[in-house]
């Protein structure tokens, strides 16, 4: 096999074995950053297989992870908000919701989810292998290429629509910058640009979270104590976004 479908087994296999681990520490109920854990190393494995999308071999494998991806996100949500409100000092909140993030873990793992996603991925090199005999693979670097090309174009093309969603571009950003970091050698992207991504990304990510919270605070009574904070949060969290993304959109003119 070719480097680059050499390269592909060996990163899943790694990303198998950090999702078992994940699991494991999940199960033990004593790590806080197990779910954490568990979403990252999720994310890397869809950021390899995103590019190879139409793949009779990655198909099964895509689909799985990203169902684990919708039900996880929830959970994590309710983490980070919790953790927020630790900082806060609001433990009468953190209390009510405790419950609510454990039965959320045993839900998780009872779910069919995980088994789902753990089957696909002992299952796959088989077909990654079969796949590459078949010469299906052929032009792998070529197609990965013009993917996350098609990627950065579409991400270019929404920081200068003056109509631009906020909510759209942080999920293009994600997708541009964890493609880039699953493909550092094809994405064709510089050191600062990288950079450039990432405080975008964590600006409209801190956005994100407050809008949520606040969001929450119309059906949770508990915590409408927060929604003044958050609110004038949202608006130096806004602003704090939109400077990083003009500078990631000079980036992409520059580069363009």
């Not at 400077?243 to 992409?252: H, S």
């Amino acid at each position: 096999m070719g480097r680059l479908i050499e390269g592909e087994l060996q990163q899943v296999l790694r990303l198998q074995v950090t999702l078992y681990a994940c699991r494991e520490r999940l199960l033990a109920a004593t790590d806080p950053e197990a779910l954490h854990d568990l979403r990252i190393a999720l994310r890397k494995l869809r950021s390899l297989l995103q590019p190879l999308r139409g793949l009779p071999a990655c198909a099964a494998l895509q689909q799985q992870a990203a169902e684990l991806g919708r039900s996880s996100g929830p959970l994590r949500d309710l983490e980070v908000l919790l953790a927020h409100l630790q900082r806060l000092g609001r433990r009468d909140a953190v209390n009510l919701r405790q419950s609510r993030l454990l039965g959320g873990y045993a839900a998780l793992l009872a779910s069919a989810a995980l088994p789902a996603l753990f089957g696909a991925l002992d299952q796959w090199p088989q077909l990654w292998r079969q796949a590459a005999a078949d010469a299906e693979l052929r032009g792998l670097a070529k197609r990965v290429r013009r993917r996350l090309a098609k990627q950065q174009r579409r991400l270019a093309e929404a920081l200068v629509d003056p109509t631009h969603d906020r909510h759209r571009l942080r999920l293009l950003i994600k997708r541009v910058r964890y493609g880039a970091g699953a493909y550092p050698t094809l994405s064709g992207l510089s050191a600062k640009t990288l950079a450039r991504l990432k405080a975008a990304q964590s600006a409209l990510g801190d956005w994100h979270d407050l809008l949520q919270w606040l969001q929450r605070a119309e059906q949770e009574a508990d915590l409408a104590v927060c929604v003044d904070t958050w609110r004038m949060a949202l608006q130096a969290a806004e602003e704090t976004a939109d400077l990083a993304l003009l500078a990631l959109q000079e980036e992409f003119t520059k580069t363009g």
